[in-house]
């Protein structure tokens, strides 16, 4: 394992995991300070992981904007910031373990054949013992996840194509799969709670099979509600929601805490980022968050 193992006793580790595709916006703001405020109001960890696994989709210089914009919103990080491009030795040697005892499989269906299919791949390539060289690779899905429990949410009743699927742990380009990274990644991280936006929610089923596969017990799951706009779109880097503003810290806290239906500290405006920070964990309602996604007052 890469030396970022975190030897803990009983201590609740969160973690906020953004892409460097791009410079941090509201609705990443909110998936971080909810999983820092949770963290934070459990007397735990928090810490931050750069998922940096698709260098096609990188935005040189992101990554470290956004560990300058977390810091000057007052969210501030345990421990070594975690980048997951130190760590393709450890996807591959687990890849290659899983292809061994045939838990893997390579696979040549393009992805126009699958969305042909309606988006679900249907095991073709499972018996076919293709060569591993440019092929893509799944796991053989012998734990299927239809139901699992979200701290936030509840009971989560997953499709049964999806949960039953042959996912990808690693692509025909050669680029590892965010199923397999970010497993592997939070277990060698010792993450007790992984906190994240809702557009993930189905994706935490496939990482339960993938932690079930492996024999390794899985976090527990908490899902916030994604900001969204007027037309229902999620504030993302795809649908180019605005960078937050460096000078409007202050505005930007107060609107995240609003989507989490927080409670606000009387004049603000005149708070440090900390200040309002410190409140927050003083002052974090759990069961206050809404279950359904927010919309946003306007984009900052």
Same mark, same amino acid.
């Given at each position: 394992?890469?030396?970022?193992?975190?030897?803990?006793?009983?201590?609740?580790?969160?973690?906020?995991?953004?892409?460097?595709?791009?410079? *941090?916006?509201?609705?990443?703001?909110? @998936?971080?300070?909810?999983?820092?405020?949770?963290?934070?109001?459990?007397?735990?960890?928090?810490?931050?992981?750069?998922?940096?696994?698709?260098?096609?989709?990188?935005?040189?210089?992101?990554?470290?904007?956004?560990?300058?914009?977390?810091?000057?919103?007052?969210?501030?990080? !345990?421990?070594?910031?975690?980048?997951?491009?130190?760590?393709?030795?450890?996807?591959?040697?687990?890849?290659?373990?899983? *292809?061994?005892?045939?838990?893997? &499989?390579?696979?040549?269906?393009?992805?126009?054949?699958?969305?042909? *299919?309606?988006?679900?791949?249907?095991?073709?390539?499972? !018996?076919?013992?293709?060569?591993?060289?440019?092929?893509?690779?799944?796991?053989?899905?012998?734990?299927?996840?239809?139901?699992?429990? !979200?701290?936030?949410?509840?009971?989560?009743?997953?499709?049964?194509?999806?949960?039953?699927?042959?996912?990808?742990?690693?692509?025909?380009?050669?680029?590892?799969?965010?199923?397999?990274?970010?497993?592997?990644?939070?277990?060698?991280?010792?993450?007790?709670?992984?906190?994240?936006?809702?557009?993930?929610?189905?994706?935490?089923?496939?990482?339960?099979?993938? &932690?079930?596969?492996?024999?390794?017990?899985?976090?527990?799951?908490?899902?916030?509600?994604?900001?969204?706009?007027?037309?229902?779109?999620?504030?993302?880097?795809?649908?180019?929601?605005?960078?937050?503003?460096?000078?409007?810290?202050?505005?930007?806290?107060?609107?995240?805490?609003?989507?989490?239906?927080?409670?606000?500290?009387?004049?603000?405006?005149? @708070?440090?980022?900390?200040?309002?920070?410190?409140?927050?964990?003083?002052?974090?309602?759990?069961?206050?968050?809404?279950?359904?996604?927010?919309?946003?007052?306007?984009?900052?």
């Amino acid at each position: 394992m890469a030396p970022f193992l975190i030897s803990i006793a009983m201590t609740y580790l969160g973690r906020f995991a953004p892409s460097p595709s791009g410079p *941090l916006h509201m609705g990443s703001l909110v @998936a971080a300070l909810g999983s820092y405020l949770r963290a934070k109001s459990q007397s735990g960890k928090w810490l931050v992981r750069i998922d940096d696994l698709d260098p096609p989709r990188e935005v040189a210089g992101s990554a470290d904007a956004i560990l300058r914009s977390l810091e000057a919103h007052g969210l501030h990080w !345990d421990d070594s910031i975690f980048y997951q491009s130190s760590r393709f030795q450890d996807y591959q040697e687990q890849l290659q373990s899983l *292809l061994s005892s045939k838990v893997a &499989y390579a696979c040549d269906c393009p992805r126009k054949r699958i969305q042909a *299919l309606g988006g679900f791949y249907d095991g073709q390539c499972r !018996d076919r013992q293709l060569a591993t060289h440019q092929q893509g690779i799944r796991l053989r899905n012998q734990f299927p996840c239809y139901q699992f429990m !979200d701290e936030l949410k509840g009971q989560i009743t997953l499709e049964p194509h999806w949960a039953e699927e042959d996912f990808l742990l690693k692509r025909r380009d050669g680029y590892f799969a965010y199923q397999l990274a970010v497993v592997l990644d939070d277990h060698a991280q010792g993450i007790t709670e992984v906190v994240r936006g809702a557009d993930l929610l189905e994706t935490s089923g496939r990482h339960i099979s993938l &932690y079930q596969t492996l024999g390794l017990t899985p976090p527990k799951w908490a899902h916030l509600p994604l900001a969204v706009m007027a037309n229902g779109q999620k504030l993302s880097k795809q649908n180019h929601a605005p960078q937050l503003s460096q000078q409007q810290v202050i505005s930007n806290l107060l609107q995240a805490l609003t989507i989490l239906n927080q409670p606000l500290p009387e004049n603000a405006t005149h @708070a440090s980022p900390d200040e309002v920070i410190q409140f927050a964990i003083n002052h974090f309602d759990w069961q206050a968050i809404p279950k359904s996604n927010q919309l946003i007052e306007s984009q900052v």
